[in-house]
């Protein structure tokens, strides 16, 4: 996690873009909420809407402002943000929490997952919720979960169809201990880089590669750099939204409820946005003349299972692991 000069710094950030802070007038309220990614990224429509339907049920009593594209600082400087109270609503994916609310661990192991149709039955039942409610002893409130896409390798140098071809490739990977053990496991040397950080990377060749979803591959231009693509499906490791329990704690009964449904409603209009996305960016990385192959599955599924077997010594990750597996 960030360090409180970190935490400072990016408040001050909230501040210069005129955040008014837990103190302002409690009506008309406006809920800030940040994420890395662009304007007309799923993730980000869906918490705009949220904001909106919010909006419609209070006469606009509650608002929504969204600081997008990394406006306020990394995912994990959003979630501390968020712990302390200088920010309402974050959106992240779970390699930004895996290192601290470890059961988020579980959803990150490689092939826990089998399908998005998978993932959606292990967290929209009893499982997804118990992860959620556990972020309520670490100062946050856990919304719901998104779509984050099959994740998959993408890379400047060659095709891989086998573990053994990223031997000696740097693939980069979020700052997060899990998905190092996955990559580092799989074959490769992991890089733990921002997200932000990326591109250049790339550019400059301090990395070889990144693991990702179709979105991210487009979005962010990687692909102009990054010419070959892997179908590994890897990770489908979610995206999830998280609120400020200081400020939820704060709001009336009556408000709470209406966040906790705009919440859930807005979880099915993301999944729309997501695979009509994915579908266009994945067209859109083709059509741009990448290199795409699929890859032996079994021979990945082989070699993730030395990495998987000493989380699973956790008895609680363990629980949840054959769970969802058996979702």
């Given amino acids: 996690m960030i360090s409180r000069r970190g935490v400072l710094a990016a408040g001050a950030a909230l501040a210069a873009l005129g955040w008014r802070g837990a103190t302002a007038a409690p009506a008309p309220l406006t ?28 006469d606009g009593r509650i608002g929504l402002r969204m600081y997008h594209a990394g406006q306020i600082g990394r995912e994990g400087d959003t979630v501390n943000l968020a712990r302390f109270g200088a920010l309402d609503l974050v959106r992240v994916n779970v390699a930004a929490l895996n290192n601290a609310f470890p059961l988020t661990r579980v959803l990150a192991l490689p092939y826990v997952f089998e399908s998005a149709d998978h993932l959606h039955r292990g967290l929209d039942g009893p499982i997804g919720r118990e992860i959620l409610d556990a972020f309520a002893a670490r100062g946050l409130v856990g919304l719901a979960y998104y779509d984050s896409g099959a994740r998959c390798f993408y890379n400047t140098q060659r095709p891989i169809v086998v573990p053994e071809d990223l031997d000696g490739l740097k693939i980069r990977t979020p700052p997060s201990d899990i998905f190092m053990d996955v990559v580092g496991g799989l074959g490769a040397n992991a890089t733990p880089l921002p997200y932000g950080d990326v591109f250049s990377a790339l550019g400059t060749r301090l990395i070889d590669g990144a693991e990702n979803n179709w979105q991210t591959f487009h979005t962010s231009r990687q692909f102009e750099v990054a010419r070959y693509w892997s179908q590994s499906e890897h990770s489908y490791a979610p995206e999830v939204l998280l609120m400020s329990k200081q400020r939820f704690d704060a709001l009336p009964p009556a408000d709470r409820d209406l966040v906790l449904d705009a919440a859930a409603r807005s979880v099915p209009y993301m999944r729309g946005l997501w695979d009509a996305s994915e579908a266009a960016s994945r067209q859109a990385v083709l059509d741009a003349g990448i290199a795409f192959n699929e890859v032996d599955r079994d021979a990945f599924r082989r070699a993730a299972e030395p990495i998987v077997a000493p989380y699973l010594r956790d008895a609680a990750l363990r629980r949840l692991y054959h769970a969802l597996r058996e979702a």
Avoid at 38 to 54: Q, S
């Fill in 31 to 58: 809920l800030t909420a940040a994420d890395v990614h662009v304007a007309d990224y799923p993730t980000v429509r869906a918490v705009e809407w949220m904001g909106g339907e919010l909006a419609r049920a209070t």
